[in-house]
């Protein structure tokens, strides 16, 4: 057995929503959205099947996606890239991750990773024999530490992570820190990979990709996703731009770990791509106002509500409710007494060095505001 994968705990996600299962609770901890997509592409995924298309599809995405991607690509971000040779089409951003550390990862290299953190990023960055350098940012504003960034870099850095809008903190980086972030990656001539999976998920702060700074187009892995996009966790459809050398390499990791992805899904999401504006716009006014209900619903209950600026989740600091106990065993509390279930924050900190707050838990808001209410009316009798 190759001990370092036999050893991993399952994830947090499938452990809370077994947890919410088994006492039926509200499942606020998974992000997940409780209802459908737009219907016009489940109609297409679903005729797409009874056309017939139902073979591999090309190794780096159908053509439609590609070309559709590097169309929003320019449309949002103003990043012109190749739909040819700048675009490979992945299963769900976990792919497109784990891809684009194979396509840069040798033993020894050293990788920047930021705190809290998205958490499949370190088994797969210590699988390939990274060495993470982790910095962490610090509650209530997630603001960049400048100095401890700056020592993270040095002469065997091969990349920094960057997730932006934030799972979990809901921190949306700005101008400033990006200019930082890509001065320093200039400095020591190092690539970015840009998890982008909540780009269109954005409550007033404008999402700022770091790849269209001045030299970052020729650095920058950046990565998006379907499924937050969209609505459609499941249908795992992920897409990654780079420069083309940097893609052709991404789209070998590819090949060797699932070659391509669902052609039926990757027609509908080249279709939902090219919606529109104003169908991201709305996407995002409408997860606004779940934040909303759920982050006020919270503060009456008595919880230290962050503020979030983007992404499907808000964090809350359980020190005047949770009686001494660590997020775990809060969390725990909740799911089996109030019917409530959250995640941890402390599952975002590296389990094997320094220590994690263990004041802090992860709702998500991505769910029917009736939902959201009837969490907010359960933790309120509870209390
Ligand atoms: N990155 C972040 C920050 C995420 O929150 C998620 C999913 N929640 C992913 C990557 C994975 O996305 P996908 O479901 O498309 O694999
Ligand atoms: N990304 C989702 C979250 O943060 C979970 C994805 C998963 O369960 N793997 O909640």
């Known amino acids: 057995l190759n001990r370092q994968i036999a050893n ?10 077994e947890l919410a299962r088994k006492h039926n609770a509200i499942n606020l901890g998974q992000g997940f959205p409780d209802t459908e997509g737009p219907q016009d592409m489940v109609q297409l995924a679903a005729d797409a ?37 700048e675009v490979v089409v992945t299963s769900g951003a976990t792919e497109a991750l784990a891809a684009s550390f194979m396509a840069l990862i040798e033993p020894g290299d050293e990788v920047v990773l930021i705190e809290p953190l998205y958490d499949t990023y370190l088994p797969v960055v210590r699988q390939l024999g990274g060495i993470p350098r982790l910095v962490r940012l610090e509650a209530p504003d997630w603001a960049l530490p ?97 420069p083309a050398p940097l893609a052709a390499v991404v789209a070998k990791a590819h090949q060797n770990l699932v070659f391509a992805t669902a052609p039926n899904l990757q027609r509908a999401v080249a279709f939902g791509l090219n919606k529109d504006t104003a169908y991201f716009t709305q996407l995002a006014q409408e997860m606004d106002t779940k934040r909303q209900i759920l982050s006020a619903g919270l503060a009456r209950v008595g919880f230290g509500v962050l503020p979030c600026q983007g992404s499907y989740f808000v964090m809350a600091d359980i020190t005047p409710l949770a009686n001494g106990l660590d997020d775990m065993a809060f969390s725990r509390l909740l799911t089996e007494q109030a019917g409530v279930t959250t995640i941890p924050a402390s599952a975002f900190y590296d389990a094997q060095s320094g220590t994690p707050p263990r004041n802090l838990i992860r709702f998500a808001f991505c769910k029917r505001e009736e939902v959201l209410i009837e969490a907010v009316a359960r933790l309120e009798q509870w209390k």
């Open 8 to 17: 991993q705990p399952v994830t947090i996600f499938t452990l809370m929503s």
């Open 49 to 85: 099947l009874l056309d017939g298309r139902n073979q591999y599809a090309p190794l780096t995405g159908l053509p439609e996606l590609r070309a559709a991607v590097a169309g929003a690509s320019a449309r949002f971000q103003n990043i012109p890239v190749d739909a040819e040779s």
């Open 146 to 242: 400048r100095e401890a960034l700056k020592n993270a870099f040095g002469p065997r850095t091969k990349a920094i992570v960057l997730n932006t809008p934030m799972n979990p903190t809901g921190k949306v980086f700005t101008a400033e820190e990006l200019a930082f972030i890509a001065d320093l990656m200039r400095q020591h001539d190092t690539y970015a990979i840009c998890d982008e999976v909540y780009e269109h998920l954005v409550f007033g702060a404008p999402h700022l990709s770091l790849m269209a700074l001045p030299d970052m187009r020729e650095r920058c892995i950046r990565i998006g996703s379907a499924g937050k996009s969209f609505s459609f966790t499941g249908w795992k459809v992920g897409y990654v731009t780079a």
